[in-house]
Structure formats: structure tokens, C-alpha cells
């Protein structure tokens, strides 16, 4: 009899159980060795049937700027800097042209910054930003961004100059582009006029460089209009895009309203709508009408010297004239002014002879010169001559309202 423990004897359905079992708990040994090889002891608990989950890792803070690598950025547009599971601790954007940065503002809570000054065509920008993630790790990126080249750059110039403070209820507004424009519908929607009393207006492209804006009827006097053209960025078309923005202020003075009639070779004077004076006129002769229809006064000067030359009489040529005219108020580009004519007198009240022009005695040309000014208006009838067109300076008026809109690239 050998000594020691007994000896277990199990049938063959025990011993089946028992080799069951123990390899049950061999698979749960390796599944919390595994565990605690990759998340740690702690892990093991969370593994277990029923226990509360671990919380998920917290994320590393994600740094985002606007365009850094991508499409060149419109300069109209600021640089954006923003972070995702973070907190901006710091920005900087260096002007690779000038070597110095760029002031910027940081949102409350640090979650963006953006720039405060405008950006240039044709530039680069180094940017730089740190953050602090929820994680507490500090996070730093760069990159550049560039802005767009243009081919050209459209200046717009004004009519009325920004000078020309006071202007009559005819004038209309002009913007004169140094470059073609072919987006006009993107030019439109940069230019915005602001009428106080309200009043509505709308634009009309004489060409594709320059726009006219109008009202429906003339002018209320008294009315300040506010001309913004924010045209900086705008891409224009074809390459072109704005050069920069400007703005202007006009008044309108007192509405004064000349009605030149042809017929009576009359013209009555209107002030605020009350006739005020009736002077006897010549008009354009039979070979040389005046054009009918709303005329703007566009300049003023004391004397000028007129020369047929200049619309193809030149000297030797019947009818060839030139010399030094007084009062002179220009009416249209085509030659046409309301001017003092001493040789006229006799004809004046009576018959039609001038080349054009409008012509007074020195005394009327005197009261007339001194009451209007820029863009008050001279309404010419029953000239014989055709109506004055919409491109000859400020033929705006001729143009009906409904015609009017249709010029414009939004209607």
C-alpha cells in the first residue's frame, strides 16, 4: 500500500465536467490577461459583467485656417483661425511682403480669431496659432495663405466728384470704370445708394465701363444721397476684380427747372415749381436743332471759346465759326449750351437760329448763370431735333422708368 492522499477515482461523465469547467476558467484568465496587457489593470474591472464604463480618452485639440494651402483667398475676405476640443492660446499672421503682423481679434472663449485689417492682391501670409486641448496638451500649427492675383484692377471714379458736394435734382450718378466690366450684376451688387428722403432708384449701363443711377422722377430738393461702392475683391469678370472701396455724400439744392420751348421761343423759369421768370429764346436753326427732351446742366463757366472745328466745320468751311462766348452752361457733350448771344438778340423771342445752343440775351444770360448750377435742368420742346441720347452726358431723363430698369444687370 503506497502512502500519501488517496486516489480520486471519477467516472468518465465527471471527469468530462471537470475538464469543462477548467477550461472555462483558462479562457478567463487569458481574456484579463489580454485586457491588462492593453488598458491596464484598472481596465479589468470595467470588463467584468456589470461594471460601469471608463470614460473615453479625452480629444487633442484641432487647429483650422482659412484657406492655408487650399485656393487663393479673396483679400476682402479676413484670415480665420479655429479650434475643434480647444481653447486659442495664440495667433500671429505676418504680411510676407512687409515682414510685420497683422492686428486680429480673439472670440470670447478662445474658440476663433480672425483678422481686423484688409488683406492684399497678390500677397502671402504666414500664420501661426498655439491651443490648449481638453486634454491639456498644448497644440501648435501653421501655414500660409495667399490672396488672389488679379489681371487688372477697375478703379471707380465718380460723377459728381467728390468735390461737387451741391448738385441739382437732374444729376444723376455716375461710376466710371478704368477697365471693362464684365460681371456688371456682380459691380451692381457692390454699389449701394442710400436716399434719405427714401427714394427709388435704379442703375443703367451705358457701357461696360460706365453706370448710371437715377431716380424715378427727378430729385426731391433737400435730399442727401449716400454712395458706397465697396468694390474691393469683387471679381469683376475676365480677371478684372475691384481696386478699392469709396464713398460719397451729395446734397440737392432747390429744385430749379428751365422749360425751353421752340415754338413760343420762349423759356419759363420754375424754382421749387413757382415760375419765377419768362425770358424770349433762339433755339437750333432748322439745319442745326437742338435736341429735345431733358437736358442736365454738366459745367459752367464764365467765357469759352466755341470752334465748329470740333464737331467737323473747320475753317474755309460754310458755317465755320469761332470765338469767345460768355455765361456758358453745358447742356450736353454735343455742343449744346445756354449761353449769353448779343448777336441773337433781334432773333431771340421770334426765330430759331442758333447751332444748337440755347441762346440769351447778356442780361438774361447773366440771371440764368447766376441761378443755375450743376445738375439743374433745362427741358427742351418743339425743337425739330431728335431727343438727346441717353449716352450724351445726362440724357438719363429721355429714358422712360420702365426702360430705365431694364438697363439694369439685376432686373
Same mark, same amino acid.
Given at each position: 500500500?503506497?502512502?500519501?492522499?488517496?486516489?480520486?477515482?471519477?467516472?468518465?461523465?465527471?471527469?468530462?465536467?471537470?475538464?469543462?469547467a477548467l477550461g472555462a476558467i483558462s479562457v478567463v484568465i487569458a481574456v484579463l490577461a489580454l485586457i491588462t496587457a492593453t488598458r491596464g489593470p484598472a481596465a479589468i474591472s470595467s470588463a467584468l459583467p456589470g461594471a460601469t464604463p471608463a470614460a473615453p480618452p479625452k480629444p487633442v485639440?484641432?487647429?483650422?485656417?482659412?484657406?492655408?494651402?487650399?485656393?487663393?483667398?479673396?483679400?476682402?475676405?479676413?484670415?480665420? !483661425?479655429?479650434?475643434?476640443?480647444?481653447?486659442?492660446?495664440?495667433?500671429?499672421?505676418?504680411?510676407?511682403?512687409?515682414?510685420? &503682423?497683422?492686428?486680429?481679434?480673439?472670440?470670447?472663449?478662445?474658440?476663433?480669431?480672425?483678422?481686423?485689417?484688409?488683406?492684399?492682391?497678390?500677397?502671402?501670409?504666414?500664420?501661426?496659432?498655439?491651443?490648449?486641448?481638453?486634454?491639456?496638451?498644448?497644440?501648435?500649427?501653421?501655414?500660409?495663405?495667399?490672396?488672389?492675383? &488679379?489681371? !487688372?484692377?477697375?478703379?471707380?471714379?465718380?460723377?459728381?466728384?467728390?468735390?461737387?458736394?451741391?448738385?441739382?435734382?437732374?444729376? &444723376?450718378?455716375?461710376?466710371?470704370?478704368?477697365? &471693362?466690366?464684365?460681371?456688371?450684376?456682380?459691380?451692381?451688387?457692390?454699389?449701394?445708394?442710400?436716399?434719405?428722403?427714401?427714394?427709388?432708384?435704379?442703375?443703367?449701363?451705358?457701357?461696360?465701363?460706365?453706370?448710371?443711377?437715377?431716380?424715378?422722377?427727378?430729385?426731391?430738393?433737400?435730399?442727401?444721397?449716400?454712395?458706397?461702392?465697396?468694390?474691393?475683391?469683387?471679381?469683376?469678370?475676365?480677371?478684372?476684380?475691384?481696386?478699392?472701396?469709396?464713398?460719397?455724400?451729395?446734397?440737392?439744392?432747390?429744385?430749379?427747372?428751365?422749360?425751353?420751348?421752340?415754338?413760343?421761343?420762349?423759356?419759363?423759369?420754375?424754382?421749387?415749381?413757382?415760375?419765377?421768370?419768362?425770358?424770349?429764346?433762339?433755339?437750333?436753326?432748322?439745319?442745326?436743332?437742338?435736341?429735345?427732351?431733358?437736358?442736365?446742366?454738366?459745367?459752367?463757366?464764365?467765357?469759352?471759346?466755341?470752334?465748329?472745328?470740333?464737331?467737323?466745320?473747320?475753317?474755309?468751311?460754310?458755317?465755320?465759326?469761332?470765338?469767345?462766348?460768355?455765361?456758358?452752361?453745358?447742356?450736353?457733350?454735343?455742343?449744346?449750351?445756354?449761353?449769353?448771344?448779343?448777336?441773337?438778340?433781334?432773333?431771340?423771342?421770334?426765330?430759331?437760329?442758333?447751332?444748337?445752343?440755347?441762346?440769351?440775351?447778356?442780361?438774361?444770360?447773366?440771371? @440764368? @448763370?447766376?441761378? @443755375?448750377?450743376?445738375?439743374?435742368?433745362?427741358?427742351?420742346?418743339?425743337?425739330?431735333?431728335?431727343?438727346?441720347?441717353?449716352?450724351?452726358?445726362?440724357?438719363?431723363?429721355?429714358?422712360?422708368?420702365?426702360?430705365?430698369?431694364?438697363?439694369?444687370?439685376?432686373?
Open positions: 500500500m503506497n502512502g500519501g492522499a488517496p486516489a480520486l477515482h471519477l467516472s468518465g461523465d465527471a471527469r468530462r465536467r471537470v475538464s469543462v485639440a484641432a487647429i483650422a485656417i482659412t484657406s492655408a494651402g487650399a485656393a487663393p483667398l479673396n483679400p476682402a475676405v479676413p484670415v480665420s !483661425v479655429e479650434v475643434a476640443h480647444g481653447t486659442l492660446q495664440s495667433v500671429q499672421v505676418i504680411d510676407s511682403k512687409t515682414g510685420k &503682423p497683422l492686428a486680429g481679434e480673439m472670440a470670447a472663449g478662445g474658440a476663433s480669431w480672425h483678422t481686423t485689417v484688409g488683406l492684399s492682391y497678390a500677397d502671402s501670409y504666414q500664420v501661426s496659432a498655439t491651443a490648449v486641448g481638453s486634454d491639456g496638451q498644448i497644440v501648435h500649427q501653421s501655414g500660409t495663405v495667399a490672396t488672389v492675383k &488679379p489681371a !487688372v484692377q477697375a478703379y471707380p471714379s465718380f460723377i459728381p466728384a467728390p468735390g461737387q458736394s451741391s448738385v441739382g435734382v437732374g444729376q &444723376p450718378l455716375v461710376v466710371k470704370f478704368d477697365h &471693362p466690366v464684365s460681371d456688371k450684376a456682380a459691380a451692381e451688387r457692390a454699389l449701394k445708394v442710400t436716399t434719405s428722403p427714401e427714394q427709388t432708384g435704379s442703375w443703367y449701363w451705358i457701357s461696360p465701363s460706365e453706370v448710371h443711377y437715377r431716380a424715378a422722377t427727378y430729385w426731391k430738393p433737400g435730399t442727401t444721397i449716400l454712395l458706397n461702392a465697396n468694390m474691393f475683391g469683387v471679381d469683376l469678370g475676365k480677371g478684372t476684380f475691384g481696386q478699392t472701396n469709396r464713398s460719397e455724400t451729395i446734397h440737392v439744392h432747390d429744385s430749379w427747372l428751365a422749360k425751353a420751348d421752340g415754338k413760343s421761343e420762349t423759356m419759363q423759369i420754375f424754382h421749387n415749381g413757382s415760375l419765377v421768370n419768362t425770358m424770349p429764346i433762339s433755339l437750333g436753326s432748322p439745319g442745326h436743332p437742338s435736341h429735345s427732351g431733358p437736358h442736365v446742366i454738366s459745367d459752367k463757366q464764365p467765357s469759352i471759346i466755341m470752334d465748329s472745328c470740333t464737331y467737323g466745320v473747320c475753317q474755309g468751311d460754310p458755317g465755320y465759326y469761332k470765338e469767345k462766348v460768355d455765361l456758358d452752361e453745358r447742356i450736353s457733350n454735343d455742343g449744346e449750351f445756354v449761353h449769353a448771344a448779343p448777336w441773337s438778340v433781334g432773333q431771340q423771342g421770334s426765330d430759331n437760329v442758333s447751332h444748337g445752343c440755347v441762346n440769351l440775351s447778356p442780361t438774361n444770360a447773366q440771371w @440764368f @448763370f447766376d441761378h @443755375f448750377n450743376v445738375g439743374d435742368v433745362v427741358e427742351i420742346t418743339n425743337s425739330g431735333g431728335p431727343t438727346l441720347p441717353v449716352y450724351d452726358t445726362y440724357g438719363d431723363w429721355a429714358v422712360s422708368w420702365d426702360q430705365w430698369q431694364n438697363g439694369s444687370a439685376l432686373n
